[in-house]
């Protein structure tokens, strides 16, 4: 699948601990976006990485956190875990970090902290 | 800051029936609106971006400054249809490019 890809696909956790997300976006592609689907907020934007870098950040909260390695894998480091973090995680991904590019979604993963 | 409204949490339909799926939203700039979609199981993919005035699947949307609106509509539903709809805006002067999404309205066609 050369589509973008993410690990695990589920997660079940405890309230106060820490969890890495993964995700590894299409081939080529330079930009990647962290968004957090929750039932009371919707759709989310977190974060932007391009090529390594910060580009963005949004409603990410300071016990998240995220890199972009030199292979172009993303991951979000989750800690202190709490009740209202669970909620399924999205990456995209795209060519370059703007213009009139599409963002392609990964499968996402389901984060449950009980 | 921008804003992304649909109205509709569920919206039902004939087999057959025109569709509207209704997106409004607010953004002092020159917005970009896109309709990405997510059938069950799957991810969410790109429908239609308003830049590209086209169809796909028989969807069209058209954006509307005046009213600030990017509805979606079908002039007949399929079964086929019945999925997630999410209306989305990207901040096209932002620097970066982070979408911002509606909360979704969930299509059932009815056979």
């Known amino acids: 699948d050369s589509g973008v890809t993410q690990t695990p696909k589920h997660l079940i956790t405890a309230t106060g601990q820490r969890v890495t997300l993964r995700c590894s976006p299409r081939s080529g592609d330079l930009s990647v976006y962290w968004y957090q689907q929750s039932l009371d907020q919707g759709l989310q934007f977190l974060i932007h990485?391009?090529?390594?870098?910060?580009?963005a950040k949004g409603n990410i909260l300071e016990r998240f956190s995220a890199q972009q390695f030199p292979d172009l894998h993303s991951e979000l480091n989750l800690s202190s875990l709490e009740l209202g973090d669970s909620a399924l995680y999205f990456c995209?991904?795209?060519?370059?970090?703007?213009?009139?590019?599409?963002?392609?979604f990964g499968p996402g993963t389901r984060l449950l902290v009980l | 800051a921008q804003r992304v409204t649909q109205p509709e949490k569920l919206l039902s339909v004939f087999k057959g029936a025109p569709v509207e799926l209704k997106c409004n939203y607010s953004y002092s700039g020159s917005p970009e609106l896109f309709w990405y979609v997510q059938y069950s199981r799957q991810r969410l993919q790109l429908l239609l971006r308003h830049i590209s005035r086209e169809s796909i699947k028989g969807f069209t949307a058209d954006l509307n400054k005046g009213e600030t609106s990017f509805h979606l509509k079908k002039p007949f539903a399929q079964e086929e249809d019945s999925a997630m709809y999410y209306c989305a805006l990207r901040d096209s002067g932002a620097g970066s490019y982070q979408l911002t999404f509606g909360k979704g309205t969930k299509l059932s066609v009815i056979p």
């Open positions: 990485y391009y090529n390594g870098e910060e580009r």
């Open positions: 995209a991904s795209s060519l370059r970090a703007g213009g009139w590019e599409t963002q392609y």
